[in-house]
């Protein structure tokens, strides 16, 4: 079998695919507040969706995540989970959520065989739940997480944005929070994808650094070593099942062990989150009619573009653009 190797040693087995730019909320550091979204005829269908997703099983991705946008507001996706968790060589389904929709969705995609779930989580007052997302309803997230674990799923974690002014003074209730439900729980350092007016990132930024010194006033946190695949460095909280994760773009370089690649909604195979190398999936499929084989062979050589790293940090980095609901996060 062919497998996903780039230049830098690189295996790739991690595939996050967006399944919608869309979403029912408009966090001030993902989006704008006025967001235009893709015409439907831009955007892939389940079918394209599912398409892309068995070749890259076929290369040796071993793990795919679904996300956006708000993943559960794309109609139909129930059949696109059923779809994947019947590829062969395909060890986990998982999906990153905004929550809002698991209450009523949450068995259905269980028993659709979706194994795990992240959910995000900023804060834990409804009214700043409310200012960060613009719209959202922190009681409806709440009832999608007790409905996930009614449902079945475990290992079940929580994403945390945290900005200084806003929700910094909450690290150690979230991971109150997450001890007292069984979860596990990242902090992500805000990334600078997407032209934001809100705030002025340079200052919003609380370094994992930061978090985890105002997290050891709280809990007693032992370095882990374990990994979930993704970006995340764990810690767990001494005396609980939980650990604490930080995804720390600015602060830690995760480039060195990167095993991924995104496929935007679009079916933009885009090869590093803070890179624009791409390849266009889509424009193969639709206007050039690529069998399997030839886009095998097109993701294999798109390879050869993953850079080493991202520049989120440099100054005189090209900037990224794309909002993370375009990037798929
Ligand atoms: N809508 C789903 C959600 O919110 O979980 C899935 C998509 S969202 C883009 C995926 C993750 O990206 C969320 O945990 C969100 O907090 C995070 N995110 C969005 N914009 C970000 C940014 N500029 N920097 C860091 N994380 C960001
Ligand atoms: Fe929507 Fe997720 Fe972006 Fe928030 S972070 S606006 S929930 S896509």
Request: with cysteine; net charge negative.
């Amino acid at each position: 079998m062919t497998l996903l190797v780039d230049p830098f040693n690189r295996r790739i087995r991690y595939l996050r695919l967006s399944v919608t730019d869309r979403c029912d909320m408009r966090c001030v550091y993902c989006m704008a507040e006025d967001m235009q979204f893709l015409p439907k005829a831009s955007v892939l269908s389940l079918e394209e969706l599912a398409r892309i997703a068995r070749l890259f099983v076929s290369l040796g991705v071993e793990k795919i995540r679904l996300t956006g946008g708000e993943p559960l507001v794309r109609q139909n996706l129930v059949w696109l989970v059923r779809e994947l968790t019947g590829l062969e060589g395909l060890r986990e389904l998982a999906m990153t959520s905004n929550g809002t929709r698991l209450a009523a969705m949450a068995t259905e995609l269980r028993e659709a065989g979706l194994q795990r779930l992240n959910i995000s989580l900023d804060s834990l007052h409804p009214a700043r739940f409310r200012e960060m997302t613009r719209v959202g309803d922190l009681d409806a997230v709440l009832a999608g997480i007790a409905a996930a674990h009614a449902a079945g799923f475990s290992g079940i974690k929580l994403n945390s944005v945290i900005l200084r002014g806003r929700n910094d003074d909450e690290v150690a209730d979230l991971v109150a929070f997450a001890c007292a439900h069984a979860c596990d729980i990242s902090f992500i350092e805000e990334m600078p994808l997407g032209r934001i007016d809100e705030h002025d990132r340079r200052e919003s930024l609380v370094t994992s650094a930061e978090i985890r010194e105002r997290l050891a006033a709280s809990f007693d946190l032992r370095p882990s070593t374990e990994s979930t695949g993704g970006p995340s460095r764990y810690w767990r909280v001494a005396g609980s099942e939980t650990r604490v994760g930080f995804i720390s773009p600015h602060s830690h370089n995760f480039c060195g062990d990167c095993n991924r690649v995104r496929v935007t909604v679009e079916g933009r195979l885009l090869l590093c989150l803070g890179n624009e190398h791409s390849l266009d999936l889509r424009a193969l499929m639709r206007e050039q009619g690529a069998s399997d084989e030839a886009l095998r062979e097109a993701i294999v050589e798109a390879l050869q573009l993953k850079p080493e790293r991202h520049h989120f940090d440099d100054a005189d980095a090209p900037k990224i653009v794309r909002f993370m609901s375009m990037t798929g996060g």
